[in-house]
């Protein structure tokens, strides 16, 4: 499983990178068949609270899942993202 993290208009920390493939590791565990993680963090204006935003794409044989989530900071919005696709994953596996 590959993951690729694009900061848009920001360059991400290395934490912040470690952060995000440590936890997308745990959709695999949910289906192996995953083939690309993509994750899109951009900051939404204005420059408010809850205006970092987070797009992870999920791409699987003949499939592809996607959530987009606002959140006051990246690892938040990254959380909610990957609990709503780990959601989704439950659902087309017991489908």
Do not use: G, W
Request: glycine residues 0%.
């Amino acid at each position: 499983m590959e993951v690729r993290i694009q900061a848009i208009h920001f360059d991400a920390t290395e934490k912040l990178e470690a952060f995000i493939n440590k936890k997308a590791e745990r959709l695999a565990r949910h289906n192996n068949a995953i083939t690309t993680v993509d994750v899109k963090l951009s900051v939404v204006k204005p420059e408010t609270a809850m205006n970092k935003e987070a797009v992870i794409k999920v791409t699987q044989p003949q499939d592809e899942l996607v959530a987009t989530k606002v959140a006051d900071t990246f690892e938040e919005a990254v959380d909610l993202c990957l609990e709503a696709l780990e959601r989704q994953l439950e659902k087309r596996k017991n489908a």
